[in-house]
């Protein structure tokens, strides 16, 4: 591993390299598919600012956008249909 660049040492390919044989890494050996369907943007880098912000799946993109599309919200403190759904939906969030 001496002399390998930082890079090399650092990649998710490495990590596997230096697990025991047989191990299988993650949500039972289905990581890398999750990783790929979800999370498309990370191809060839490993993403370690998850407390600066962190990534979201194409999935939740998916189903929000799907919501925003598909919903009109307004003013959760005005008195018509799209605000009543808004006040809805936060009180629904807000006791899950």
């Not at 650092?10 to 289905?30: E, T």
């Not at 880098?45 to 598909?70: C, Q, V, W």
Request: with cysteine; aromatic share 12%.
């Amino acid at each position: 591993m001496a002399g390998q660049p930082l890079g090399d040492l650092l990649s998710f390919r490495a990590f596997q390299a230096a697990c025991p044989a047989g191990y299988d890494y993650g949500y039972s050996g289905g990581l890398r598919g999750l990783r790929q369907r979800e999370f498309p943007q990370l191809r060839g880098i490993t993403y370690l600012d998850h407390a600066g912000s962190t990534l979201f799946p194409e999935s939740l993109l998916k189903a929000f956008t799907d919501d925003l599309r598909n919903n009109i919200y307004g003013n959760p403190h005005s008195q018509n249909i799209s605000s009543k759904l808004t006040y809805d939906t936060i009180e629904h969030v807000r006791y899950r």
